[in-house]
């Protein structure tokens, strides 16, 4: 069965500082996977995907995910954290059906 | 283009009580999905549904039934509401299957209280 899991419940970075958050997933076939980030009090937007092809994705807002098949990974990054990036932050495969993490939520310090 | 939208933002009832959540989304899109999302467990899928006239369960559909009699709204509806529905609820929809890695996107979301 597919799961994703997100091994960080809260993590706090300095703004300016770099961020990766960790995401691995459990698929038996290559997956489709997603990052979402959800503003408090908002619904979720889609920061970028993979599907196939070249295994590091851009994505809106400065972040970026590479995909590791060996460690099925998918981790999120950003090389400069700003304070408006802290929200919730959700990892998603897609197989049969959407998949989420149980989320990280972000918070930035000045 | 307002996307995927949902009535009401805010609810709370008391136990027992019935209520129905409206979804509508004005992308022509024939998948509708609605979620729950309950701290530390993500998003859980409750039912969806791959075109007008249809449902079917997803992960949580205890509780819960749907119907989709326009393609362009997914009516979620609580017959008898329990305090372990509270929740935020959120609804998606897509153009195509989630197999084929369509993107889902989501309504702001409706927070249920139930006491």
């Known amino acids: 069965a597919q799961s994703v899991t997100q091994p960080d419940i809260h993590i706090t970075v300095s703004e300016g500082a770099s961020l990766e958050l960790r995401c691995n997933y459990s698929?038996?076939?290559?997956?489709?996977l997603f990052w979402y980030v959800q503003s408090p009090g908002q619904g979720l937007q889609l920061l970028l995907k993979y599907f196939s092809g070249d295994t590091l994705v851009q994505g809106i807002k400065g972040f970026e995910a590479e995909f590791k098949r060996s460690q099925s990974s998918f981790n999120l990054r950003k090389p400069s954290v700003h304070w408006s990036d802290a929200a919730e932050y959700f990892c998603?495969?897609?197989?049969?059906?959407?998949?989420f993490g149980q989320g990280t939520e972000l918070s930035v310090k000045p | 283009n307002a996307g995927v939208t949902q009535t009401p933002k805010f609810r709370v009832l008391k136990t027992g009580q019935s209520m129905t959540l409206l979804c509508a989304q004005d992308?022509?899109?024939?998948?509708m999905y609605w979620y729950r999302q309950d701290p530390g467990m993500g998003l859980r899928l409750i039912h969806y549904s791959v075109g007008e006239g249809t449902t079917a369960k997803g992960e949580v559909p205890d509780g819960y039934n749907v119907s989709r009699l326009k393609k362009q709204n997914f009516l979620l509806g609580l017959e008898s509401a329990a305090p372990s529905q509270t929740s935020v609820y959120f609804c998606a929809s897509s153009t195509g299957l989630a197999a084929s890695g369509n993107e889902q996107f989501f309504g702001p979301g409706t927070r249920l209280t139930v006491l």
């Open positions: 698929y038996g076939a290559t997956p489709y």
């Open positions: 998603a495969v897609q197989g049969g059906k959407l998949i």
């Open positions: 992308m022509n899109h024939e998948y």
